[in-house]
């Protein structure tokens, strides 16, 4: 079974510049996880989905960032216009449950310069 | 606010020994955690988790032991190999709808 699969695995675009990452969710997972981890500090939690909806959207941090799930299946996270302090890695999970393991892919490495 | 924090940012063990990784939250309505593995250029891996109604788990040469009273969490891992090298995280489900809550890391680095 495929895993959680994310697209591009590194991104480098300039200051300004419009970026969209995509997830994969493990097939039939209907909660689907947006976190990031910035600088290597701790990964934070950005959204979660629950199948299109949007659950939880707390963890956004401006509204340059907007994540969709149309269908419910995979999942985008468009930066517009993209800053500096943006870079970091990007990882989305996938879970079953809500409490529950989560799965997460590998992170797309996006660097704003 | 709540977080999830690690004592020790870097840990460093000799081939064999055991390594015991630590990590305190403050969130006494969690009522789940998680420790995550993660190598470079990979994403969290799960190791083993653990609920609130539990203090001790144990998996695979992996132990977790959860301290509610002191809001306490540690990873012991068992005979430290080199393919045990990684970044740890603890995360914490506060109860808050499936989001986890993450601690800094542990970078934990086996000498041969």
């Known amino acids: 079974e495929a895993g959680v699969t994310q697209f591009p695995s590194h991104s480098v675009i300039e200051k300004g510049q419009t970026v969209t990452l995509r997830c994969d969710p493990i097939?039939?997972?209907?909660?689907l996880y947006w976190y990031r981890r910035v600088m290597g500090k701790e990964i934070k939690f950005l959204l979660h989905?629950?199948?299109?909806?949007?659950?939880?959207e707390s963890g956004m941090p401006n509204n340059r960032f907007l994540a969709e799930r149309t269908g419910g299946t995979y999942s985008t996270l468009k930066v517009q216009p993209a800053e500096l302090e943006d870079s970091g890695v990007y990882f989305c999970a996938s879970s079953q449950d809500k409490k529950g393991e989560a799965f997460f892919g590998q992170g797309t490495r996006l660097t704003v310069v | 606010g709540e977080s999830v924090g690690l004592h020790l940012p870097t840990l460093s063990v000799q081939e064999g020994d055991n390594s015991i990784i630590n990590c305190a939250y403050s969130n006494s309505a969690s009522d789940y955690f998680i420790w995550y593995k993660q190598e470079s250029g990979k994403g969290p891996q799960f190791i083993i988790d653990i609920r609130s109604n539990m203090d001790k788990r144990q998996g695979q040469r992996v132990t977790v032991l959860l301290n509610k009273t002191v809001k306490h969490l540690s990873l012991q891992i068992a005979a430290t190999q080199p393919g045990d090298s990684a970044v740890y995280f603890c995360a914490e489900d506060g109860n808050q709808g499936g989001k986890l809550i993450f601690g800094q890391g542990t970078e934990l680095s086996v000498k041969p």
């Open positions: 097939s039939g997972h209907d909660n």
């Open positions: 989905f629950v199948k299109e909806s949007k659950q939880d």
